[in-house]
C-alpha cells in the first residue's frame, strides 16, 4: 500500500544541499512561525508537525543519507511505496565499547516516516518533541547488560516548571517508564533510567531543550527580542513583557537603542538552590512600514528641529 511522499527540503524552506547550519536555522525560524502556542494560522498545528518531522530526519545525518537515497525526482504529494527492506529501520546507531545509542522520533508523525524509518505511533510527547520506540530485539540470551544512550526532547516549559514524560519501550513486550524532568535541567545533561537498558543495563537520555517561539535558552539565563516604537526608545516607556512565570511591566530608559539588552532579575529557569537565572530583553527599534500624511508630517518636522546625527560616531 503507498503512502504520501513527504519533500523535507521543501518543508523547511531549504536547498537539498543544505548545511546543518542552514537546517537548524531554518527550522528555528519555521517553529517559532508555526509553534501552536503562538500561531493564529489557520493548520499551524498541522504545519508544525510536518516542520518538525522534517527537522527531524535531515538533522540526522544517517535517517538523511537515507532519505536522500530516494533521489530528487520525488515531488509533494506524489505516492510512494518504500523499497523492499526499508521499513522498520531504527536509528541512530553511536557510541564506544559496551554502548549503542539510539535516537528517536517525535510522536505523530506521518505514515510516510513510519514507512521509511519504522513505525513511531506509539511515540510520546507530542509536537514539542518526545520519545519513539527502543528496539531491544537483538539482545542476545546470556549477553552482558549494556547502557543504551538516547535523546530526550523536552520544551522550554519543562525545563522551567520540571515534569514527568512517558515514553515507551519495545522490549519483546511493550513496556512504558516516566521520565522524571527536574527543572532546570540543562541542555546536554543525561537522565539515567537504572535497569532500563539492555540486560539490565540502564537508560540514558541526553536532554536537548526545543526551540521556542519567544524564548531562547542560555543555561539558566532566557532571552526574548523587545520590539519598540522610536518613541518608546526616545522618552521611554513601560512596557507590559511576557516572561516564563506570566507578565510583568518593563521600565524602558530614555535614549534606548537596538541592541541593547535590559535585564529581568530572577525571570530566568531554576538552578540548584532555589534560584534563578536572568531574563534578558532585545531591544529591537521598529518603524511603521507606513505613515498616514499626519504622521509624515510629524516626522517631517522632527526631522527638521533634531539635531541627533546617528552616524557621527562612525
Request: no cysteine; proline share 6%.
Amino acid at each position: 500500500m503507498g503512502v504520501t511522499y513527504k519533500d523535507y527540503y521543501e518543508a523547511l524552506g531549504v536547498k537539498r544541499d543544505a548545511s546543518a547550519d542552514e537546517i537548524r536555522r531554518a527550522y528555528r525560524r519555521r517553529a517559532r512561525k508555526y509553534h501552536p502556542d503562538v500561531s493564529k494560522e489557520p493548520g499551524a498545528q498541522q504545519k508544525f508537525s510536518e516542520i518538525s518531522e522534517a527537522h527531524d530526519v535531515l538533522k540526522d545525518p544517517q535517517k538523511r543519507k537515507r532519505y536522500d537515497a530516494l533521489g530528487a525526482d520525488w515531488k509533494s504529494g506524489q505516492e510512494f511505496r518504500p523499497p523492499p527492506g526499508w521499513q522498520n529501520t531504527h536509528f541512530e546507531f553511536r557510541g564506544g565499547p559496551g554502548q549503542r545509542g539510539f535516537s528517536f522520533s517525535q510522536g505523530g508523525f506521518s505514515d510516510f516516516f513510519d514507512a521509511m524509518f519504522g513505525s513511531s505511533a506509539d511515540a510520546k510527547g507530542g509536537p514539542r518533541g518526545g520519545f519513539g520506540n527502543f528496539d531491544f530485539a537483538n539482545v542476545r540470551p546470556g549477553q552482558s547488560r549494556r547502557d543504551v544512550q538516547g535523546e530526550l526532547t523536552v520544551s522550554v516549559e519543562e525545563v522551567f516548571h520540571g515534569g514527568t514524560r512517558r515514553i515507551r519501550l519495545s522490549q519483546q513486550a511493550s513496556k512504558s517508564v516516566d521520565v522524571k524532568i527536574p527543572a532546570g535541567v540543562k541542555e546536554g545533561s543525561k537522565i539515567r533510567l537504572k535497569g532500563q537498558g539492555e540486560q539490565g543495563g540502564d537508560l540514558i537520555l541526553a536532554v536537548q531543550i526545543a526551540p521556542h517561539p519567544r524564548f531562547t535558552v542560555d543555561g539558566s539565563d532566557v532571552a526574548t527580542d523587545l520590539r519598540l516604537a522610536p518613541w518608546e526608545a526616545a522618552l521611554g516607556a513601560k512596557i507590559p513583557v511576557a516572561t516564563l512565570d506570566g507578565e510583568v511591566t518593563l521600565s524602558i530608559p530614555p535614549g534606548t537603542s537596538t541592541g541593547g539588552r535590559l535585564r529581568l532579575r530572577g525571570k530566568g529557569l531554576p538552578k540548584r538552590g532555589g534560584e534563578r537565572g536572568d531574563m534578558f530583553a532585545r531591544v529591537q527599534i521598529v518603524v511603521p512600514k507606513s505613515v498616514s500624511d499626519a504622521e509624515r508630517g510629524l516626522y517631517e518636522q522632527l526631522k527638521e528641529q533634531s539635531k541627533f546625527a546617528p552616524r557621527d560616531d562612525e
